[in-house]
């Protein structure tokens, strides 16, 4: 998937990216939404040198969207199925209600699943999948030595 999008801060081979998404973007999830349906896309690897002003297009493989969707939907409704049945099942040998039982490992279960998830991200930096400055497209101020970038 590819986005355009303005550079609103650059550090260390970084960039955030301000994004207006569009339809398939915006079902993503993977940026924090701001004020004026403006997308942030933090932590965007950058290898053209992008600077704060400059538009740019950024690339998210593909790969990383449909991974992302899964793990963030199938691992903590699984975790709190197994974790409602393992709940339940136990309540039945100890003799408590199992209902509530249930509901208390299966939210306890969703919310491990979650910090799992969290950390997993963290560990996982490859390059390959995280999104990109594919290319700048237009340059925000002049960057020549002595021009101010006012007219």
């Known amino acids: 998937m590819r986005e355009c999008g303005t ?45 704060p002003g400059d538009t740019v297009e950024v690339e998210t493989p593909a790969a990383v969207r449909r991974r992302a969707q899964q793990l963030v939907y199938v691992v903590p409704v699984g975790a709190a199925v197994l974790g ?3 709940g339940f099942l136990l309540a039945h040998w100890v003799q408590l209600a199992p209902d509530a039982v249930g509901a208390v490992f299966a939210i306890a279960a969703g919310a491990a699943s979650l910090v799992s ?35």
């Open 84 to 86: 409602y049945l393992a």
């Open 7 to 51: 550079v609103v801060s650059a550090a260390d081979g970084r960039v955030s990216v301000a994004i207006v998404p569009s339809e398939s973007c915006a079902a993503c999830g993977a940026c924090a939404e701001g004020a004026g349906g403006k997308r942030l896309l933090e932590d965007v690897a950058d290898s053209h040198g992008a600077q």
């Open 117 to 151: 998830l969290r950390r997993y991200e963290r560990s996982f930096e490859g390059a390959e999948v995280q999104p990109r400055v594919r290319a700048i497209i237009a340059r925000g101020r002049s960057r020549f030595p002595g021009d101010s970038g006012e007219d």
